[in-house]
């Protein structure tokens, strides 16, 4: 119990210290944003998510509409390079599944029963 | 209190450090599908008259998806459509029943995709389905003073009958409803348009191949016949919201 209440303790100081970053500081160079800059929004963590959408509205707020829509364009870049060509097996069953869809709807408007 | 400690720094490093290693992609998806199924058994039915059909409780699926990105390419995932129909029953010796149906069509959906533009995807989609049909009555018990009015296993008789099973029941707990399950397959193709990194819509057509036998009904441990209905080898549409958890 003691330790469970060292515990909170400890991670409300975490969270009231991080409170503090943001509100002292630029919300634009808050480091959810300088990580999402680098990495994108969808290698933050889970937890993480609430509190960036947060920052970055207050980022854009304060004049920081560039860097933000920048995340934005990084990221569908980003994922644009990485899945712009099927690699591996991955083409293979595309094609499987648009000859499966092909010739069921060939069949649906062909054959009568 | 203004926090300067180190141990402040790496902890909040150590949570921005995890996602670096591994970047899952979690999706989650919600939106409605499409498809036209025959279901003689209910709206055909002679002997009961089941609640009128409509665009929402034939032709309307309710779809939820959850998918995990394994690959950059590819992702696996959950995806559940489900149909309901709910209504009085109307022409039972005395009493009116409460009508609920669903159809479950629950999938394990392996898609793979490529993106044609940054904001535009085409996705490929195979995957079994698992279908479950149920069918609950709720219903009075007997309210007439002697106690020998009509009572829930009359009722269930009525509904059996209804769909041609003769062998009645003898006895019916009050709460419980009649399933079926059975197993198909599917094929999808889908275009998918992200308006922001996170956010998509997306639009998929494909079919819905299902091994449904109205014989195969359960009813409290016993076979029953259930409705008849035209489920396999139907098309199928779908459209839905796309949110990226990660």
Redesign the interface.
Known sequence: MKRLIIILIFIAGVSLCQNIDTNDSNPCSDPLISFARKFGVKGLSLKDLPRYYKVSKACKEQGGEAIIDQIQINEYNRDFENSKFMSGWTSTYGMCVSVIVFFYFIGLFTVKK | ???QILQ?KT??AL??I???FG?P?LTVGVGLGFYEPAMAGFDDNDLVAFPTGNVINRNLLFNFSFFYEF????RVGYNVLSSYDIGRLEGFETSKPVFYRTINYRMIP?E????L???V?LN???TPIWGRGKITLETKPSSSEDGVGHTITDDWNELLNGFGDEDALTQVASANGMRSDWLGFS???GYRY?M???LALEFK???LNNNYDKDSWRFQGKKVKGPEMTID?I?IFSFKVVY???
């Open positions: 209190m203004k926090c402040c902890i909040l949570f921005l995890i996602p670096l970047q992609k690959f950059h390419n590819a392996l793979t995709f490529f993106r533009k940054p904001k995807e490929f989609t195979l094929g999808m193709i992200y922001k990194p996170w057509a494909g079919f080898k098309p990226a958890l990660k």
